[in-house]
């Protein structure tokens, strides 16, 4: 996109001259290299609200940290413009920024106490001793270590820690503050904890957060939108729910919670569904979302949960109805996670809730299984 376009969507993006909620972040057009060959972000739009939470998602070496690192001042776009608050800020220092900063290895200081970490980046801004005490102490309590002030980082757990780094992101009451993998290093239940906690600072100070993580539980977990990456490129844009009821293409559909997946051909169209040969021969109705036409290869998806056992007339609105055989029964608590054999996939997971009246299945059992086409996404290839 040549300067002149960029200085007008830049222009377009301010509202008597400040910025609006719906823009306090901006993307436009944003590519990165590091070799001035291979892109590892292409062409990366976003904008993210005040007060938003907003997760950069995706696998190893999908672009979501370089874009994080070039909202935060540590890498250069290649081309293209990021704007805070309706200013352009690519020439911007760090430091001038006034973002905080969460990183997966805390990078605490650590011969300074829990508290002078804590009160650096007031030191640095030239804060008074009783405002850097004040906010400091408030920073603590908000993470609920009001009585470690004067412990060192080594004396802390791996969670403590790593509330620690949050609170000296927040110590100088940024408006906007940047994860990357922050609860990488913690187990799972600690993990688990951590994200709540997040979510509950990010909600009691409305502050706009910026997360990367290629954990999708976590992104579903915490945030208000999540953008899916892959390749450099955003695959979809949209709302947790949205993302996992409602993926738009087939890598989404796999990479975003557990999914079955048929291949096939498209046979028939039909309003917005469409008729799917199945290369094991079976025919299957779905929802039309991102086939071809007639005689294309498509990707089935269809979620575990909405897969039934099914038996009798009562189960007439199944509109795919097929004959399984029970390869694996595992027991989760909850539910049980049971592996069928299903149109020629023998990885075809089926999920029930671990409640009265749900017969127990065993290995080698034949019964019939079904679903609606309507939760069936017939994608691409």
């Not at 609006?20 to 944003?30: L, M, N, P, Q, S």
């Amino acid at each position: 996109m040549n300067e002149s376009l960029l200085q007008e969507r830049h222009d377009n993006a301010r509202e008597d001259g400040h910025e609006t909620d719906a823009d306090f972040v901006r993307f436009i057009d944003v590519q990165k290299s590091y070799d001035g060959v291979e892109l590892v972000v292409k062409g990366f739009n976003l904008d993210i609200h005040r007060g938003e939470f907003v997760t950069l998602l995706g696998p190893s070496g999908s672009g979501k940290t370089t874009c994080l690192m070039m909202m935060a001042g540590f890498e250069t776009p290649t081309h293209g413009q990021i704007l805070l608050k309706g200013d352009p800020i690519n020439d911007l220092p760090p430091h001038k920024r006034g973002i905080g900063m969460v990183f997966q290895n805390y990078a605490l200081f650590p011969h300074m106490s829990v508290a002078e970490n804590l009160a650096f980046p007031l030191e640095v801004r030239h804060m008074s001793k009783a405002e850097t005490k004040r906010k400091v102490d408030r920073a603590l309590a908000m993470v609920r270590l009001e009585n470690f002030g004067d412990r060192r980082p080594a004396q802390l757990s791996g969670g403590q820690q790593q509330r620690v780094a949050l609170a000296r992101a927040l110590v100088f009451e940024p408006e906007l503050v940047l994860m990357d993998e922050p609860l990488g290093a913690l187990d799972k239940n600690l993990r688990e904890e951590m994200q709540y906690e997040i979510k509950r600072i990010h909600a009691d100070l409305g502050v706009t957060m910026i997360y990367v993580t290629h954990d999708q539980t976590e992104a579903l977990t915490m945030s208000d939108r999540i953008a899916v990456f892959n390749d450099g490129v955003v695959q979809q844009l949209a709302a947790p729910d949205t993302l996992y009821e409602a993926p738009e293409n087939a890598f989404v559909a796999n990479f975003i919670g557990e999914n079955n997946r048929l291949y096939g051909e498209v046979t028939e169209t039909i309003g917005d569904k469409c008729q799917v040969r199945l290369d094991s021969g079976e025919t299957v109705l779905a929802k039309a979302v991102a086939a071809g036409g007639i005689g294309t290869r498509t990707t089935l998806s269809l979620r575990p949960e909405r897969v039934a056992i099914v038996s009798g007339e009562a189960d007439e609105a199944f509109d795919n109805r097929f004959p399984a055989e029970v390869r694996e029964v595992i027991y989760l608590g909850d539910h049980l996670r049971t592996r069928l054999s299903v149109c020629g996939n023998d990885e075809f997971i089926l999920k029930t809730p671990n409640a009265k009246g749900y017969a127990s299945l065993r290995p080698g059992q034949s019964i019939d299984v079904g679903w609606a086409s309507s939760d069936c996404r017939a994608l691409d290839a």
